[in-house]
Structures are given as C-alpha cells and as structure tokens.
C-alpha cells in the first residue's frame, strides 16, 4: 500500500471536511453580502473565534487550536473557496500575529495576547506605511521612544488587514536613526483604545477583511510588550513573512479552486452550437490548464508548508516560490474561468467576478512577485557562495 502524503492524511481531511461543512452552512450564503458591504457581520466573527480560526497557530497551552502551518494553510484554502474577505482575517490574526508572540514575546505577554486569540480576540500585524511598503527597513512614518519607564507609539500605517476588527496590533516601529535603516526597528504588541484610530479603506477585493489605514496617537506600551530586544525587529519581520507568505499562498488556493469549480460546473451545464461547452476542444484545453495551475500551485504550497513545519532550511525559498507561482498561475486561472463563463462571468450576478477582483491581491501582499523573485534568487546566491 502507497504511502500517503502528509495532506493526505486522516487528520488532515477530517480538517478540510470540517471547515468546508462551516463554510457551506455559514460563509457561502453571506459571502457576497461580505463582498458588497466590505464587512463581516458580529455572528460571523464569534463563529469564526468559536472554530479557532482567529487563533490557529495559537499552542494548545496557550488554549488554541495548535495547528501547524499545513493544517492552517488548509483551513485557510477552505474558507477562501467561500469568502477570501473572511480568510484574510484567519491569515493576519491566526498565522502572522501568533508567529512573533510566540518566538519573541516574554512569557508574561505570551500568556496574556495568546490567550486573547484563543478566548475569540482578534490581532493586527502593522507593518506596511505609506512611505514604504516593500522597503520594510525604509520604515520610518512610525516611530517609538522611551518616556517614563514606557515605549510612545506615534505614527501612520496603511493595508492593514484586520484593523476594523483587532483587539490589539503589532506594531513595527522606528526605534533608531532611518539611516540605520534595518538595525533601528522595533516590534510592539499596541493595545486597541483611544490612541487607535482607524479609517477603513474600500479595497478592491479581498473585501470585508476590515483592511484600513491606522493612526498610532501617543500609545503607551509597558516594556514587556516589545517583542525582543529593541532595534532588531528587522529578521523577526521577516520570519513572519515566511510564514505569512504560506498561508497567503493558500488562500490563493482557495480562490483559484473556486473559480475552477465554477468554470467546470458551466462548461458541463452550458450547451453552445448543439453541444456542452466542455465538449468543444477549445474549452476542454481551456479546462485543462486551469487544473495543472491549480494542482502545481497546490503541491508548490503543501511543501512549502511541510517544510516549515519541519524547520528546513529551505522553507524561506519554498515559501516564496509558493507565493510567486500561486499568484501568478491564480490570475491565469481565475482569467480562464471568466473566459468559459463568457458574459456571465463578467457580471456582478456571477462568483467568479468576486474572485477575479480577489486574487489580485496575492500578487501584491506579502511581498510582491518582484520581491518574491528576488528572495528567491539571492537565496540560491547564497548557496553557491556556502558551496565555494
């Protein structure tokens, strides 16, 4: 008997099963009200915290879930095949706000914002500022000093996802001269309260993930809310972004295989010239290259997800190879499906228009194709320099 791989298995498709019965009963029949309103309704969010979503990654320990970057990468693949507005939520505060408490946070903080996810809260991760959004060691928009025993949090970030909703941020800020670009960044854990003001943007897609622009006025943060020593936020950043860029990845997934659903549906439905589109050559080619898309991006993300879980060295590369390859074969593949639904799929009464607003994104957030590209080339310069 052939050996199953480690998305094959038992645990693993209970998972799926579960998820995907909370999305059809619960997501599916709002998920276009999400789309038009660009909000998730409060029973939908305490659903969502009830099923551990907002806290996936969160250590039983800590009263989470535990799931592992597979498993969240997984759910999160399900709930975008619904919503990926609702997704993103899981995403920010289930995978990229629980990665720096856990690694860097003291215990004391590590008790407190874990246990918060797990209790329902939900979490922000405050990276992107006007300025600057690639350039994340450029950062300097929001900046942080000491004053009487506690950090000053003052500053400005945009795209953030979740700030509509969150409990609390993490906030990377400017501890040091901007000419110290990378060695003068500091990441803060920023209580929600008077000193946060949101401002929520209307996104193109992705809507309803509570995305904003975010106004940090005076915060003050008590020391053991800095995660890590102060000015060395820079690779703590990046590892998240590792992580993050993973379960991105499969919320491109999840879009992507909507739209593959919606395409194959119609073709076998539709007849044209007095037979099924699906029997016509073209569309069976059309049909076909959406499947390998999906299934190489599928595989690309699984991997990369396995990797990390395990603590490869390689798992950064996968990473954003799984990012680069799942947003651009996303966009072939939610293109091709507009193309067998025709008129239909370019109208508002159609899922698929949602989804080709959708996943623009994932070539944009988490770093863009052209970062991803570059990461993965200096990562394969770096191993012919550790060869020589």
């Not at 199953?4 to 099963?17: D, F, G, T, V």
């Not at 990012?323 to 499906?337: E, F």
Request: glycine fraction near 10%; charged fraction near 25%; include cysteine.
């Amino acid at each position: 008997m052939a050996a199953k791989l480690p998305w094959e298995s038992e645990e693993i498709l209970s998972l799926r099963a579960s998820v995907r019965e909370f999305t059809s009963k619960y997501v599916e029949p709002v998920a276009d009200k999400i789309d038009r309103e660009n909000t998730v309704p409060e029973d939908l969010l305490r659903a969502g915290a009830d099923m551990g979503f907002w806290s996936m990654r969160v250590p039983e320990e800590y009263g989470g879930p535990g799931l592992g970057v597979l498993e969240a990468a997984i759910t999160v693949e399900e709930l975008s095949r619904a919503s990926s507005g609702y997704a993103l939520i899981a995403v920010v505060s289930g995978s990229m706000v629980v990665y720096p408490i856990l690694n860097y946070a003291g215990e004391e903080a590590r008790e407190r914002y874990l246990r918060k996810l797990a209790e329902g809260g939900i979490g922000a991760f405050a990276l992107t500022e006007p300025c600057c959004g690639t350039d994340v060691a450029g950062l300097h928009m929001t900046r942080a000093w000491m004053e009487g025993g506690e950090w000053v949090v003052e500053g400005q970030k945009i795209f953030i996802t979740n700030s509509a909703y969150a409990d609390f941020f993490i906030v990377a800020a400017r501890t040091g001269k901007p000419e110290e670009r990378h060695r003068g960044i500091t990441l803060f854990i920023v209580d929600r309260g008077p000193c946060v003001e949101v401002s929520k943007l209307d996104m193109m897609g992705y809507r309803g993930s509570g995305t904003g622009i975010v106004y940090f006025k005076g915060c003050r943060v008590p020391p053991e809310n800095v995660l890590g020593e102060p000015g060395t936020a820079f690779k703590k950043v990046m590892m998240t972004l590792n992580e993050g860029r993973i379960v991105t990845s499969a919320s491109g997934l999840g879009v992507m295989q909507a739209a593959f659903d919606d395409a194959l549906r119609y073709s076998m439905e539709r007849e044209s010239m007095g037979r099924r589109l699906i029997e016509h050559q073209m569309v069976q080619s059309l049909i076909a290259e959406m499947a390998w898309r999906l299934e190489t991006a599928r595989l690309l993300v699984y991997t990369a997800a396995v990797k990390l879980d395990r603590g490869d060295a390689d798992a950064p590369r996968y990473a954003s190879l799984a990012k680069l390859h799942t947003a651009q074969a996303g966009v072939d593949v939610v293109r091709m499906a507009m193309q067998v639904l025709g008129g239909i799929g370019y109208s508002r009464e159609s899922r698929v228009e949602r989804l080709y607003r959708d996943i623009k994104m994932v070539e944009i957030g988490d770093g863009t194709n052209e970062v991803q590209r570059m990461v993965i080339a200096k990562s394969y310069m770096g191993k012919i320099r550790m060869a020589k």
